[in-house]
């Protein structure tokens, strides 16, 4: 098991950029892919991105693609997701995850563990 928390949200203004960082504690973290999600109010939960266990290989959704960069320390147990180019769609609490599958999945019900969120709002 592994338990996950969120970090480094915020209020920012559009074109703005923000970091959030995502510290696990538990089980091996390397062993996990871990994910960004965000979800917005009235909305479903929307992913964002992942990553591998060894941090090479990242996925995006088309909607952040190029803005958005996923990295992961595992010698510090953390994951990131460092946001450029803010905008005001961007505004949604942000969930980190993790899943201990063969590959990487991209459905909030594929991940096991979840972060508690953290609030972005991008302000105009």
């Known amino acids: 098991q592994v338990q996950l928390v969120e970090s480094g949200g915020g209020l920012v203004q559009t074109g703005d950029s923000l970091s959030l960082s995502c510290v696990a504690s538990g089980r091996a973290f390397s062993t996990y892919i871990m994910g960004w999600f965000r979800q917005a109010p009235g909305n479903e939960r929307e992913f964002v991105g992942a990553?591998?266990?060894?941090?090479?290989?990242?996925y995006y959704s088309d909607s952040v693609k190029g803005r958005f960069t996923i990295s992961r320390d595992n010698a510090k147990n953390t994951v990131y997701l460092q946001m450029t180019s803010l905008k005001s769609e961007d505004t949604a609490v942000y969930y980190c995850?993790?899943?201990?599958?063969?590959?990487?999945?991209?459905?909030?019900?594929?991940?096991?563990?979840w972060g508690q969120g953290t609030q972005v709002t991008v302000s105009s």
């Open positions: 995850a993790a899943d201990a599958g063969l590959t990487v999945p991209t459905r909030p019900n594929e991940y096991h563990y």
């Open positions: 990553i591998n266990r060894s941090g090479r290989i990242t």
